[in-house]
């Protein structure tokens, strides 16, 4: 598919073109002191279209986790190359490669092992929580990948753990933890180069608005073609039904999670907009693009923790990185094709809620 790229350079490059065909305006805020997977130069770039001065405008975000970033290039890419009408009285930004380090080397988390959409507690967040569940399941998350036949015998035993010990926990581990750099989910001990610029972004492109929508594009929640929203406001609030209703969901949100709810996220990126912009009503979610079953998944996470620990200099490094590329962004035409279409819907969708809202 044309919008979808193989490398962040290749992705970065298609954004910048259909940017300038489109007439947006680009800001770039480049990420010093790193450079790409081949040495490429990285930097998070922001396009913007219509007037500054809006009261009204959404912000839509890709990249926030690297490995997932090639399907929301894909869509803010497909947008812009598709897309004429665009409401007059709203300030459309897109944000491309939130995390742009872990987008050019295909892992999830930055240069430090930060899962940034767990970095953003605020100002003043308090202690970290204890995360005892990860403890209790490290043996299990903390492995060797590169053996078919042990993934298997890891997964069966991951979910026997979970079967005796509550889904509950599993929600628990996804929630975010502190005190294991080398782990899943790490939300680590300071802001992180993404978090400092996203609030920069936030203050800079979003200050003049007093309504805001938005919606930050990931992917792996889900079967294969499956699309799940995840709206973080509580239900039957002012800013959960405008969401709600801007795409469709009556509530439906919720479905694929085997607890039936959400687990409790803190430190999502998202949060910086309200924690930023505390005078403004603000409202959005999260779309996730399902990509695979419960094991392929779970292989995939394995995969990209120890290749960036243990497995670095395995001889099988390279084809293990794209399994896990394939797990987060699969090749297969019928999900891409529905990626380039429904992702920039739910734009139209985001864009058409936040004008009448």
């Not at 590169?146 to 599993?170: C, I, K, P």
């Not at 989910?185 to 203050?203: D, E, H, K, L």
Request: charged share 25%; aromatic share 10%.
């Amino acid at each position: 598919m044309e919008s979808f790229s193989e490398s962040y350079a290749e992705a970065r490059g298609k954004f910048l073109l259909a940017c300038a065909d489109a007439g947006a305006r680009v800001t770039t805020y480049p990420r010093e002191g790193l450079l790409g997977e081949t040495g490429e130069v990285l930097a998070t770039d922001v396009a913007c279209l219509g007037p500054e001065a809006a009261q009204r405008a959404a912000i839509v975000m890709c990249g926030t986790h690297g490995s997932e970033a090639f399907s929301g290039s894909a869509i803010l890419t497909r947008w812009l190359s598709s897309r004429d009408d665009r409401p007059s009285d709203v300030r459309l930004v897109f944000v491309h490669a939130i995390n742009p380090w872990a987008f050019s080397h295909r892992t999830r988390t930055d240069e430090n092992n930060v899962d940034i959409n767990r970095n953003f507690l605020g100002a003043d967040p308090g202690p970290t929580p204890e995360n005892s569940a990860y403890d209790a399941a490290v043996n299990l998350l903390h492995a060797d990948p590169s053996d078919a036949a042990g993934v298997l015998a890891l997964h069966r035993a991951y979910r026997a753990h979970f079967e005796a010990n509550g889904w509950a926990q599993e929600g628990q581990i996804w929630q975010g933890q502190w005190h294991r750099p080398d782990g899943f989910m790490y939300g680590g001990q300071a802001p992180s180069w993404s978090n400092i610029t996203f609030r920069r972004i936030v203050r800079k492109h979003l200050s003049r608005a007093t309504t805001i929508g938005f919606l930050d594009w990931h992917t792996g929640i889900g079967q294969f073609g499956e699309i799940v929203h995840l709206i973080f406001d509580e239900p039957g609030s002012i800013e959960h039904r405008a969401a709600s209703g801007w795409w469709g969901l009556a509530g439906k949100e919720d479905g694929a999670f085997k607890t039936g709810a959400k687990p409790k996220y803190r430190g999502l990126l998202c949060q910086a907009i309200r924690q930023e912009l505390p005078d403004a009503r603000i409202a959005g979610g999260v779309i996730e693009f399902g990509t695979a079953d419960d094991y392929q998944i779970f292989r995939g996470d394995l995969i990209d923790r120890w290749l960036r620990f243990e497995g670095r200099d395995h001889r099988d490094a390279k084809a293990l990185r794209a399994a896990h590329v394939d797990t987060c962004c699969p090749r297969d035409i019928s999900w891409r094709r529905l990626v380039e279409v429904r992702g920039p819907e739910a734009i139209d969708q985001l864009l058409a809620g936040v004008a009448g809202w």
